[in-house]
């Protein structure tokens, strides 16, 4: 990650014509949008790409659904080399979390049996972790990782939970809620070792890594492409190697299910499909416009710039340090300390990102992690340096507000 250009503003990336970035998304541009780390965005070319498929697919679906299998087997292919896999390990799921749910179906039933999930963990899919253990009979095992814990310290963390039942680790590449890594690599192996299968929570590595399966050694990886990857919503892969692939089915038995890995999942009925199609759109783009390895430094430079002005300004306003020591830390992304009495937990942190969108027009993530509140800055090429400037400005005063305010109603109960 870049540590010379947080202290400066990185210069705005400009499309081909010499317009702002911006302008290649349809974007309202009353909003500021700074969490595309959510759920995306989607460029204008890739806006209209999806639209001529489903134009084509109304037009004559019986010519459309028979032959869609095929497209989508191109489609994989695309997406496997931009990923840099074989396609024939690669199966498109909507999201990350599909892809979660359609390991935890295929795993054979055994009595007793634990998954070994992280205090990191996206929420549905340890969601899923959970109802997969009570099918079992057995239990989750959560590692508690500190936030601040280095690769050595959250290998460990892992690897003390896992025992003669584990029948599953789920693990997460890049954490959502506190913009972290975990070494999968490393967890991979030592479950390897032990004969337990691992299931990788790639769901921001596509396109913010710029090769998300180096050094695989686990047995399931699923990511969104449609977040740092900007494909239209509903665009995720599933990764499977090994023997256990084979197990894998779709969610929707159709008329591929007899197929094999990853063919069954070519043809699932009358789903619209276009969101796939329409993926490598998204990744040209960006490739042409800017070239990946450019965008992902531009994305971390800003993210980084943007940590600093906006935790000098909370800082300023409380005198506390906003810092956070994020012990693996990823590109494009960065967490800032939130004023005590704001996002003390998930329903808390929800609740205000749903305010300050409402209230200040601003698009943010709000996160929560052992009881602290923080703001989850995630950069794409659209955003500037005057897009953190106003939030520095115009919202921290008005989250120091509401800090105090919580506070002085928990001090009064």
């Known amino acids: ?4 250009d947080v202290t400066t503003a990185p210069r ?8 702002p970035a911006d302008r290649a998304w349809s974007l309202d541009p009353a909003l500021k949008h700074l969490n595309h780390g959510s759920f995306g965005a989607v460029p204008l070319v890739a806006q209209e790409r999806q639209q001529l498929l489903r134009a084509e697919m109304e037009r004559s679906p019986v ?5 869609l299998p095929q497209r989508l087997a191109a489609t994989r292919a695309e997406l496997a080399s931009f990923l840099r896999v074989s396609a024939g390990d ?23 049996g634990e998954v070994v999930v992280t205090d990191h963990g996206y929420g549905a899919v340890t969601m899923g972790a959970e109802r997969l253990a009570h099918r079992w009979g057995g239990r989750v095992r959560t590692a508690r990782v500190p936030l601040d ?41 030592e479950a390897r070792r032990r004969g337990i299968p691992v299931l990788v929570d790639g769901a921001h590595a596509p396109g913010l890594l710029a090769v998300p399966l180096a050094d695989a050694t686990y047995d399931f990886w699923t ?39 990853p063919h069954r999942f070519d043809q699932q009925g009358t789903i619209d499909a276009t969101a796939y199609l329409a993926a490598p759109t998204s990744l040209a783009f960006v490739e042409r416009t800017w070239g990946w390895p450019a965008a992902r430094r531009y994305m971390d430079d800003l993210a980084g710039y943007g940590a ?10 409380t005198g506390e340090d906003t810092a956070v020591d994020v012990g693996m830390p990823v590109p494009g992304m960065r967490l800032v300390r939130l004023p005590g009495g704001l996002a003390a937990d ?6 205000l990102r749903d305010r300050v969108a409402l209230e200040l027009g601003v698009e943010a993530a709000f996160t929560s992690f052992d009881g602290i509140g923080y703001l989850r800055l995630s950069a794409h090429v659209y955003n500037t340096a005057a897009d953190y400037e106003y939030f520095a400005e115009e919202c921290v005063p008005v989250l120091g507000a509401w800090a105090r305010e919580n506070s002085g109603k928990r001090s009064a109960q």
Not at 308 to 317: K, L, N, P, S
């Open 12 to 19: 705005p990336l400009l499309l081909a014509d010499g317009r």
């Open 308 to 317: 600093r002005v906006i935790g000098t300004a909370f800082t300023e306003m």
């Open 1 to 4: 990650m870049s540590e010379t």
């Open 149 to 189: 814990a280095d690769e050595e310290q959250a290998y460990e963390a892992v690897a003390a939970e896992l025992g003669e039942a584990t029948e599953l680790v789920v693990v997460d590449q890049i954490t959502s809620a506190t913009a972290r890594r975990l070494p999968v690599e490393r967890i991979g192996a």
């Open 90 to 112: 690669l199966a498109l799921v909507p999201n990350a979390s599909a892809g979660a749910s359609v390991v935890y179906a295929a795993l054979t039933l055994r009595r007793g």
């Open 63 to 67: 010519v459309w659904f028979p032959a």
């Open 223 to 261: 990511g969104n492409l449609h977040k740092w990857g900007c494909a239209p919503r509903g665009t995720a892969a599933l990764v499977a190697r090994g023997p256990l692939r084979d197990r894998l089915h779709p969610l929707i038995d159709s008329w591929a299910a007899a197929d094999p890995y």
């Open 346 to 351: 998930r329903v808390e942190a929800d609740a």
